[in-house]
């Protein structure tokens, strides 16, 4: 097997490539920004700033609704970031109102000069899936049960409609989302970085399966027994891990150049007791802090100056091969 150049340093620093991969990757694709339960009843949404699009998704009447979070008259707010319930969309800045089905109700102090069908808010896609809100800013994106790909069929064994959450957390990263995109694809990095999870699996054993722009992990266990769960990513930053009796959401997209946002989600079976929950969360918690600060040293190093090009492993990196790759294809870049 021979190995293959990495890509540049410039593709985790250059402000001028964050701005054609928010438009051509997260303006393209679906992402998840939140859970049905946020949403579930009338009035409800969730407000969120994804890649630098700020976007609300609001329950009509049952009806899930995705609008640009921003006034047609002067692009003011029309909620604050997070999420809540409200009867109407009244902007922050001027007070413009709209009906949550996005059609304009009033354009305050501009009388009749205004045509309400003229200044609708800007629609966004919204559909959902196992109890995860995805959003895509592209008429073109294929439907998200196509989009999901392999993420279905290697979900089908694990029943989660009784699932609830009970926990939400968001985590900044001072790295471009690449670089923790990639380190999400390989094992390689699991003795070094993380002794705890080291401890519980063979990570010489760690495998990564590519299915188009979906990858499978799998490692075996260290006292021999197979993992009873799916450890499943797809491009760009969906990554799902289920279980017996949970799930677990990450889902991330970045803030800038060199800054990365990653909402955590959990979900559990009622069966499962608090303490059981607590722990699975803090495991998790520490697996992603150190990913953090071991991020934030290679992002600190690409933009150092020193280093230009790595090599990849065809035994531990091919899952950060296709992520380059699909950057690649979604930007018409060659190698």
């Known amino acids: 097997m021979s190995t293959t150049p990495t890509a540049p340093a410039t593709w985790y620093t250059d402000p001028v490539q964050y701005d054609q991969e928010r438009w051509r990757i997260f303006g393209r694709e679906w992402c998840a920004v939140g859970d049905t339960e946020q949403v579930g009843e009338h009035g409800h949404y969730i407000?969120?700033?994804?890649?630098?699009?700020?976007?609300?998704?609001?329950?009509?009447?049952?009806?899930?609704?995705?609008?640009?979070n921003v006034c047609r008259h002067r692009a003011g707010p029309l909620v604050d970031d997070g999420g809540g319930q409200c009867r109407s969309f009244v902007c922050r800045y001027h007070g413009w109102a709209y009906q949550l089905d996005g059609h304009l109700l009033s354009a305050r102090d501009f009388g009749e000069d205004v045509r309400a069908e003229n200044f609708s808010l800007l629609p966004v896609r919204v559909d959902t899936w196992r109890g995860i809100v995805f959003v895509s800013l592209s008429n073109d994106t294929a439907p998200l049960a196509e989009w999901l790909g392999g993420l279905v069929a290697h979900s089908a064994d694990f029943d989660t409609s009784g699932l609830v959450v009970t926990h939400r957390s968001e985590h900044r990263i001072?790295?471009?989302?690449?670089?923790?995109?990639?380190?999400?694809?390989?094992?390689?990095?699991?003795?070094?970085?993380?002794?705890?999870?080291?401890?519980q699996i063979v990570s010489s054993r760690y495998e990564v399966e590519i299915e188009g722009a979906v990858t499978v992990h799998r490692a075996p266990t260290r006292d021999g027994s197979v993992t009873n769960g799916a450890w499943l990513w797809r491009f760009p930053g969906l990554a799902l891990n289920f279980y017996d009796r949970g799930m677990s959401l990450e889902s991330y997209w970045p803030e800038g150049p060199t800054t990365t946002l990653v909402s955590y989600t959990f979900f559990f079976d009622a069966s499962v007791s608090p303490e059981e929950c607590e722990a699975a969360v803090t495991s998790s918690t520490?697996?992603?802090?150190?990913?953090?600060?071991?991020?934030?040293?290679?992002q600190r190093n690409l933009a150092a100056g020193v280093y230009e090009r790595g090599i990849l492993s065809p035994r531990y990196e091919a899952g950060v091969a296709l992520v380059q790759s699909e950057v690649r294809r979604a930007l018409g870049l060659s190698n």
């Open 47 to 68: 407000a969120r700033v994804v890649a630098g699009f700020p976007l609300v998704i609001v329950n009509d009447q049952g009806t899930l609704r995705g609008f640009h």
């Open 174 to 199: 001072a790295a471009n989302w690449k670089v923790y995109a990639e380190n999400y694809q390989e094992g390689y990095h699991i003795p070094l970085v993380h002794p705890g999870l080291n401890k």
């Open 286 to 298: 520490a697996v992603l802090d150190e990913d953090r600060i071991i991020c934030e040293s290679v």
